[in-house]
């Protein structure tokens, strides 16, 4: 039984005689264990199912179950279940208040979720403890450091152990240092506790870093689904570019006809090739080319990043979100691992 | 049940963070002491020379004005609150737990009305230093009043807050709203010394009778007609207001 389970969830915002379609009908799918993340430029519709998700927004349209609760006839049966962490950015805050000791929000946290009383100091020292906050208890949280305030507030989703987590841009705006720190805790969690972990960020590294499957989102829309490195492969393919020293015409004919050779570019002496496979299928490159009598004077192999992946779909890059082309009709693509 | 549970963990909260920041306290009794102690003198000669007619001594009939006042600007104004914490991210953070929503807001009402009711009673004490003398069962009658109108103004406030999340907007809907409302309720001057279309415009609004209540219990009179009005009018109000937060809070969307 997955922990998540959504069917064409919606939401439509309306302003001023204005209609915006933030989610066009999202189906999801999520084991328990896993760590799904949801990566997709700014105003994909991240936040917004999120948001759905956690009871915190009605859809407009499409149903869900999340951690054994039906979203629409339990909403409050879904948030005894789960833990959400908002993103610190925005036009809200992460969640904690500026003006309350850590202890005090800890304890708040644990008494609302109706942790029993004996549990809630033992509960709130451990969580804590696993988040390194252990000897600011007496502190104000408007004196805590960016990345201490951040652990704060995923410490409070965390306090009463449930066994779905959704944290919405957990490392956004937070030095290199303390982000891969979170995400230590982040993938400690998983390992030692078994939570379901759900992000969402359009952090390509720590999509990489900590997904196991990654959700391509864009325009409200999921356009692909799959573990990082399955999508790289199938949807990009690594560039592999070399320079020769000859006729390059003569060289692509040879290449050609290699094993997962997909595409060949020529600029000159240059050779782009995209390559099923790049590191398996470079020593049939070379010897071809040898066997041809070809001089190579240089080689490359590029790996592929998730930014490839999302221009292929979309035709546009997740990093200047600028329309590099026209989009690409976004038909979401059903990847072997992906449900 | 989890309701009066919520409503006292959300109430502790709210405590707790008033009593570490008390300035808000002091500085919402300074208007209220500033008209007491500069205001109050003229009024009460005014008074002495029979422009005015009331039961009772000249403080008596001030003092019920100043509490309204207070109740007014101090609870009115609340809804700055939420809206900060709204930015916060703390109101989605509750609202995301399986605390009672109705609870978010009545935790907080209830803070508001025990600030309330310590500033009231400064102001009263203060009020006796400089002349007001008026039987003990009037004066806790007056508080009462006073709570139940802290309570309705303190509800719609919290729920344009909520409802608009700007304070851009909150404000000047406020002080649209609470000055006529405080002129046509003859806090400082009585309105039978106005004109007729004046008095009926005032007979619209809540605040008149509810102070017209209290000045009859300050000076004594518990059981007649305008008592009756002012409890009938202020019940009513608090029940129009929390029913209309009621369904601001709880409904699914912020």
Known sequence: ?339 | MFFVRDTLLIFRRQLRLSLRNPAWVIIGLVQPILYLAFFGPLFATVFRNGLIKGAGNAYGYFVPGLLIQLGLFGAAFVGFTIIADWRYGVIERLRVTPVSRLAILAGRVLRDVVTLFVQAIVLVLAGVAFGLRAPLAGVLIGLAFIAVVAVSLAAVSYTVGLLTKSEDVLAPALNMVMVPLMLLSGIMLPLTLGPGWLQGIARATPFRYIIDAMREAYAGQYLNAIMVEGIAVSIGLAAVCLWLAGRVFVRQNA
């Open chain 1, 1 to 339: 039984m997955p922990i998540i389970e959504a069917r064409g969830l919606a939401r439509t915002f309306t302003s001023h005689k204005r209609v915006v379609e933030a989610v066009r009908g999202v189906s999801l799918s999520v084991r328990e264990g896993e760590i799904v993340g949801f990566l997709g430029p700014n105003g994909a519709g991240k936040t917004t199912t999120l948001r759905m998700l956690t009871t915190l927004l009605k859809p407009t349209a499409g149903t869900a179950t999340v951690a054994g609760a039906d979203l629409l006839r339990d909403p409050a049966g879904v948030r005894r279940r789960i833990g959400y962490v908002p993103q610190a950015i925005g036009q809200t805050g992460g969640g904690s208040d500026p003006n309350a000791m850590v202890t005090e929000e800890l304890t708040l946290q644990a008494q609302l979720y109706r942790v029993p009383g004996a549990e809630i100091a033992p509960r709130t020292e451990a969580v804590a403890r696993q988040l390194e906050l252990s000897g600011l208890s007496g502190r104000l949280v408007k004196t805590l450091s960016g990345g201490q305030r951040r652990r704060l507030d995923i410490a409070l989703g965390l306090v009463h152990s449930p066994a779905l987590v959704f944290l919405d841009e957990p490392t956004t705006g937070l030095d290199p240092q303390s982000r891969s720190n979170l995400w230590d805790h982040i993938r400690g969690l998983r390992a030692t506790l078994g939570t379901t972990i759900f992000l969402t960020t359009h952090y390509l590294d720590e999509a990489d870093a900590l997904c196991d499957r990654v959700l391509i989102i864009d325009n409200g829309r999921i356009v692909a689904g799959g573990a990082p490195e399955e999508l790289k492969r199938r949807i990009s393919g690594d560039l592999v570019t070399l320079l020769v020293n000859g006729d390059p015409g003569l060289a692509s004919g040879v290449l050609a006809g290699q094993r997962g050779v997909r595409d060949i570019a020529i600029d000159q002496h240059t050779l782009r090739l995209t390559v099923e496979n790049g590191e398996e299928a470079l020593p049939g490159l070379l010897r071809a080319l040898d066997a041809a009598a070809l001089t190579l004077v240089s080689i490359q192999l590029a790996r592929p990043t998730l930014d490839d992946v999302f221009l292929t779909l979309t035709g546009r890059s997740l990093r200047e979100d600028s329309p590099a082309a026209p989009a690409a009709p976004s038909e979401p693509v059903t990847m072997a691992a992906a449900r």
